[in-house]
């Protein structure tokens, strides 16, 4: 099974920028979709985006929607989550996972599998 490794967080101030990166160990099948998702202490995990390899078609969640962008790296294998005009709400542990299904984009976190050990993001106000 491919493994994910998520990288990138860190601290940074409100109205800034961060760039994760979701690494696989391998090739990740051209027909899986790599989804992050965040869980902020004492809440549930929610769903950030979601990209599916095969024709990059791309969902985001609404609240980081124009302020957030994921692509796909195919030469290194890497998913990668552009956030910007960070707010302190986006705090939280970013992980990034796979599923494999056809039709729509999953938005849902039991749809995936391969759950990476999470990349931690704080923003000072």
């Known amino acids: 099974q491919v493994q994910l490794v998520e990288s990138g967080g860190g601290l940074v101030q409100a109205g800034g920028s961060l760039r994760l990166a979701c690494s696989a160990s391998?090739?990740?099948?051209?027909?899986?979709?790599t989804g992050w998702f965040r869980q902020a202490p004492g809440k549930e995990r929610e769903f950030v985006a979601a990209?599916?390899?095969?024709?990059?078609?791309?969902v985001y969640a609404d609240s980081v929607k124009g302020r957030a962008t994921i692509s796909t790296d195919n030469a290194k294998n890497t998913v990668y989550l552009q956030m910007n005009s960070l707010k302190p709400e986006d705090t939280a542990v970013y992980y990034c996972?796979?599923?494999?299904?056809?039709?729509?984009?999953?938005?849902?976190?039991?749809?995936?599998?391969?759950w990476g050990q999470g990349t931690q993001v704080t923003v000072s106000s």
């Open positions: 996972a796979n599923a494999n299904n056809f039709g729509n984009i999953r938005t849902d976190q039991y749809a995936y599998t391969n």
């Open positions: 391998g090739r990740t099948p051209s027909t899986y979709t």
């Open positions: 990209i599916r390899w095969t024709g990059g078609r791309m």
